[in-house]
Structure formats: structure tokens, C-alpha cells
């Protein structure tokens, strides 16, 4: 089956005025931005005689269809290359939502490409910290904010794993302890849902290790909080500043991709990949990535 899910929080937002108060004027409000209507149009089409789960993933009408695409992507890859499996990465896990749809996808795309798909989560487990630069949006985002129930939530995660405390620490101390697992499945998915600028950029030194044998040489990227924002703060100027520094392992918007993507969706504007161009085998042909062959019609 197909989780339902709560709405989108792309769907729950209100950036130009008061909070909800019911009313006509409120479901206006929310049917005029694109997020409410792809995710209702989903809903519905998911209902429909003959759209089994297959057809729902095949079309994006999932919940957190960013998080299946990339979890499509990396196990395509890995299989590609040779992998047997693949690591999935949620940086900043809030209240479990997306941990948990992220663990499903794994299930659903393990299952129909043979690929093996770690689940793996960070948080610091207490709401956001303060913010320690002006560009960590202090205005938007204050301490305390989406705060995890913990017993909750690992009573749900199944075989995902979740990894409490300031990432600063945790995150090169599981890159260290887990060496062994992430040469076997390497990360392929990572969503940067971190709110802050300082934040993101210590979730980014995940691209920042010298050794290639965590990654994949391609690692898809959904940047969750890049709306509302510019590239100068938040999301936007991490992933600036990591380029500036990393020009061999850049990451940058996939151009063009709502056009190859069924029903046009506003989430496609917010997929990136990390180009790992020194990696050993970034070169390395994915077989069937693409059609290798363009012949002359009759």
C-alpha cells in the first residue's frame, strides 16, 4: 500500500500573512499554490481503477515523491556500477515524517531493483539550535523548532537507523565507525532539510572527505528549504560556498528536469546532484542510463 500521509508542509505554508483561520478565504489561499494542487491531484489519481503501487511510483503520485525519485536514482546507479547496495541520508529528521517515508521508498525500490537500501537519519534530537550566523534565517527559524518525539518515532523506524546529537560530531563519527558498510553501500540519496546555513554546511563535510569510498560518484541532492530564500543565505549559500571551495565536486541544480518528469512537478526545482568529477569512477559508463544508439528513420 501506499502511505497517505499528513499534507506537505509545502502545502502548509503561509509566507505572506496571517495563519489559517478556516474559511473560504483559506482554501482559496491554499488551492493557489501549486504544492496543494499536485498533491491533491495525486491523492486522486491514486484512487483510480488499475494505478496499483507500481503505477503510483512509475508517476510520482507517492507521498514525498522527491524522496522516491532520489531513492529511484541511487538504486539505479548502484546497480549500474556494480553495488550491491546503497545508503539514503536525511539530514534533519524534525518529527520522523520524512524518515519514515524515506524508509518506505527504500523498501519499494530495494525490492523491485535488488539493490539493498540503507536508511539513515540525523538530528540534533532537542528543535533547531540557535542560530549562529544571519544567514541561518533567525528570522524564520527559532530554537526549539521541530522537535522529535523519540520514543514515537524509533518505535516506527524498522531497520532505519537514527543518529542523535550535534552533527559536527556525530556525522564524522559515523563516517569512521560505519567505513566498512558505506563501501558496500555507498551514499547515493542525501535531502538537506537543515533550515540553517552553519548547519548545511556541516551536513555538507559529508562531500568534504577525502576518500571517495562513502559516495557514489554521482549523489542525488533534494534541498528542501531553498524556496523563499536567495543564494546568498540559508540552503542556497552553503551549497555557494561548498562550490567555491570544491570546484571538483560541485553541486548544482539538475537543469530541465520538471520537463522530463510526469506532471510537471514544483519539487523538481529543488533536486541537485553532487558531481564527484575526481572520483575513480565517475567516468565509469552506466550502462542504460541513456539510449546509446539514435538511428535514421524510414
Do not use: C
Given at each position: 500500500?501506499?502511505?497517505?500521509?499528513?499534507?506537505?508542509?509545502?502545502?502548509?505554508?503561509?509566507?505572506?500573512?496571517?495563519?489559517?483561520?478556516?474559511?473560504?478565504?483559506?482554501?482559496?489561499?491554499?488551492?493557489?499554490?501549486?504544492?496543494?494542487?499536485?498533491?491533491?491531484?495525486?491523492?486522486?489519481?491514486?484512487?483510480?481503477?488499475?494505478?496499483?503501487?507500481?503505477?503510483?511510483?512509475?508517476?510520482?503520485?507517492?507521498?514525498?515523491?522527491?524522496?522516491?525519485?532520489?531513492?529511484?536514482?541511487?538504486?539505479?546507479?548502484?546497480?549500474?556500477?556494480?553495488?550491491?547496495?546503497?545508503?539514503?541520508?536525511?539530514?534533519?529528521?524534525?518529527?520522523?515524517?520524512?524518515?519514515?517515508?524515506?524508509?518506505?521508498?527504500?523498501?519499494?525500490?530495494?525490492?523491485?531493483?535488488?539493490?539493498?537500501?540503507?536508511?539513515?537519519?540525523?538530528?540534533?534530537?532537542?528543535?533547531?539550535?540557535?542560530?549562529?550566523?544571519?544567514?541561518?534565517?533567525?528570522?524564520?527559524?527559532?530554537?526549539?523548532?521541530?522537535?522529535?518525539?523519540?520514543?514515537?518515532?524509533?518505535?516506527?523506524?524498522?531497520?532505519?537507523?537514527?543518529?542523535?546529537?550535534d552533527l559536527a560530531e556525530t556525522l564524522p563519527r559515523y563516517l569512521d565507525t560505519r567505513a566498512h558498510l558505506l563501501r558496500d553501500h555507498p551514499v547515493g540519496f542525501v535531502c538537506l532539510d537543515m533550515d540553517h546555513y552553519t548547519s548545511t554546511a556541516t551536513a555538507l563535510d559529508l562531500f568534504r572527505r577525502p576518500g571517495h569510498g562513502h559516495l557514489l560518484p554521482r549523489v542525488t541532492c533534494y534541498l528542501d528549504d531553498l524556496p523563499g530564500t536567495t543564494e546568498h543565505i540559508g540552503e542556497a549559500a552553503a551549497i555557494a560556498d561548498f562550490n567555491a571551495a570544491h570546484p571538483d565536486r560541485p553541486i548544482g541544480r539538475v537543469l530541465g528536469l520538471r520537463a522530463f518528469t510526469p506532471f510537471d512537478p514544483p519539487w523538481a526545482d529543488q533536486i541537485h546532484v553532487h558531481h564527484r568529477l575526481d572520483h575513480p569512477h565517475y567516468t565509469t559508463l552506466e550502462t542504460g542510463a541513456t539510449g546509446d544508439q539514435l538511428p535514421l528513420q524510414p
Open positions: 500500500m501506499v502511505r497517505k500521509g499528513p499534507r506537505s508542509t509545502a502545502q502548509k505554508g503561509h509566507p505572506f500573512g496571517r495563519r489559517p483561520t478556516g474559511g473560504l478565504a483559506d482554501v482559496l489561499w491554499d488551492w493557489s499554490k501549486s504544492g496543494t494542487r499536485h498533491a491533491a491531484r495525486n491523492r486522486l489519481l491514486r484512487k483510480l481503477p488499475g494505478v496499483d503501487t507500481a503505477t503510483a511510483y512509475r508517476f510520482g503520485l507517492v507521498e514525498r515523491p522527491h524522496y522516491a525519485y532520489g531513492v529511484r536514482r541511487a538504486t539505479e546507479s548502484a546497480a549500474r556500477l556494480g553495488h550491491r547496495g546503497v545508503t539514503v541520508v536525511e539530514f534533519g529528521v524534525a518529527g520522523g515524517n520524512g524518515l519514515l517515508a524515506l524508509a518506505e521508498h527504500a523498501r519499494y525500490y530495494a525490492a523491485a531493483t535488488g539493490v539493498v537500501v540503507r536508511v539513515v537519519g540525523f538530528d540534533g534530537g532537542t528543535g533547531m539550535p540557535p542560530a549562529k550566523d544571519p544567514r541561518d534565517l533567525p528570522y524564520l527559524f527559532g530554537p526549539g523548532f521541530y522537535a522529535m518525539d523519540h520514543d514515537r518515532l524509533r518505535a516506527r523506524l524498522g531497520e532505519a537507523e537514527l543518529v542523535i546529537g
